[in-house]
Structure formats: C-alpha cells, structure tokens
C-alpha cells in the first residue's frame, strides 16, 4: 500500500486517499455480511458476540460506591422505620400542598398548573408576603398536608423546587431546569383525573433509595390502570428526568406512548433532616468538591 504522506502532489494524494477509504469501506460491508450470514445460521454465535462486545459507558463504568443498595436486611429495616413508613404500612394517602416563593411571576403559576395536575389530590395555596415558610409548613400540618412543594424562581423562570415531607421531614431541595410545558409538547395527549403508575428507575444508592421513596410517597398506593397514565422519575447520572405518557394500544401485540407533559429536570442540591429549616441538620449536601470524577455519582 502506498504511503499517502510521501506523495508530493497534493491532488494525487486526495486520490489515493479516497481510493483507500473506499477500499476499507467495501472490506468492512464484507465482513458484517459474511458475520451476518453465520449468526443466522448459528443463532448461540449471535448472543456470544453481543454478550461480549458491551460497550463503556458513564453508567457502567461508574467509580464503585459502598452505598449502592442490593439486598440488604440492615437497609430493609431502616426503611421500615422511617419517615415514610406511614405511606408504605399504613396506606396513608398522600394529600400535597403547591406553593411558590413570595412574588411569583407568571411562568411559576403556568409550572404550580402542571404541578397540580400531575399529583392527585395535589392543592395550591398562593403565598402572601407575610407567610414564612415555617408559617406555611404549621399550616399543612394543622389541614393534614402530607407534603409541600415550594417552586422556587430567578429571573422570573422556575429553577428550584423544594420538597418537605411532613410531618417529621426529611426537606429536599432541587435544581430544577429544562421544563417543558403540555402545551410546548406538539402532539401531546390530554390528561385525564385518573391515578397515574409511578414508575422509578436507577435510584441504586442509599441517598437515592430516600430519595426514591419520597417521590413514591406523592402519588396513590394503586394507580388505576384503566386511565393507561404513567409518571417517569429517570435518573441517569444523578440528573432526575421526569415524563408522563399514556399507554395507546393498537392491537393485542402493539403498543404505542402519547407523551401527555409536562417535561423537566431536577438534581439534588441538599437533603436536610426534619423539616424545613435554615440551621437544620444536612443529611446531603452537594459541594463542588465533591465531583471529583466523571464517573462518581451519589444517586
């Protein structure tokens, strides 16, 4: 083969150059044909290469955390006991209170909206001045509110929501961020009252497991299913994407998803024990520091 940057001239050195990737283009068909042929023949050859060829990712190459939750009798027994116990043994119903910060702007009230519809028997109560947030968390209490979420704005845009589970806590606050309203969404479906499925995905860790179970906790213990609703939290690389769709069967066989809205993302900044308070105890908070490798992740 020649060597392409011995050749002088410059036009005959783009000839030759294409002339070699063609040659390496026409190879490589001939070798994923041939490879094709022999898989179908022999389908185990087929599941030994896909077996084997798994390429790295972020996710599968993520630095090893002692954290990570399997099976695991110790964690079970936390769970049993803590803040959301209520919620999984008892079947208490959630019942949420939406909020803003003081002085909303427009964008909060259109996202407070779509907050509401998306949580059943979700209420929102607009903020005066003068409430404080200890204020508003003695009031949910008082009207038995199991929870309360605060969306926060800059700029007049949301961009934080903040979530206290009462009545013992834990607070989580959010960076909130990509929103997506129903109707920026072409093609969306209209929602309906039903009981949405909640499903959580990739929450491995012991701060993600609480953080899961928080989210769990706003929704019905049984969705009904004859609505064909359901809520996506996805954490991929510690940013939590949620979705909400509905199921569109074609036949026995073949189903389709009709995004229905609205689209947004959250991360974690803090977890702080109890409820919310400005000199309370942190179970997690965020620093940078701490990202110490695209690899570590804490969800």
Known sequence: MVEINKVKNKLKRDELYQKQ?????????????????????????????????VPNTLENTREFDETIVEE????????????????????????????????????VYEFATELIDIFPNSHFVKRKPQFEMRHIIEFSKNRDFTDIMVINEDRKEPN???????????TAHFKLSSISLSKDIEGHG??????????????NT??????????????????????????????QRDFIFFRRHRYMFKNAKRVNLQ?????????????????????????????????????????
């Open 160 to 170: 934080a929501l903040t979530l206290i589970h009462l009545p013992d806590g834990p």
């Open 21 to 53: 990737k063609t040659a390496k283009a026409k190879q490589k068909r001939e070798r994923r044909s041939g490879l094709k042929k022999e898989e179908e023949s022999n389908p185990e050859k087929k599941e030994k290469r896909l077996a084997e060829n």
């Open 259 to 299: 995004e229905l809205g609205p689209r947004f993302t959250l991360k974690l900044k803090w977890l702080q024990k109890g409820t919310f308070d400005r000199k309370g105890e942190y179970e997690w908070l965020f620093k940078p520091e701490m990202e110490t490798s695209r690899r570590r992740f804490f969800l």
């Open 190 to 203: 209209r929602t309906s009252s039903h009981k949405p499925e909640l499903i959580l995905n990739n929450f």
């Open 72 to 107: 695991d009798e110790e964690v079970a027994a936390d769970e049993a006991t803590d803040e959301f116990s209520q919620y999984f043994q008892s079947g208490v119903a959630p019942k949420i209170l939406v909020t803003t910060s003081k002085g909303p702007s427009a964008a």
């Open 206 to 235: 012991r701060l993600g497991h609480t953080i899961g179970r928080m989210f769990t906790a706003l929704f019905p213990h049984v969705p009904e299913f004859q609505g064909r609703q359901v809520a996506t939290l996805h954490n």
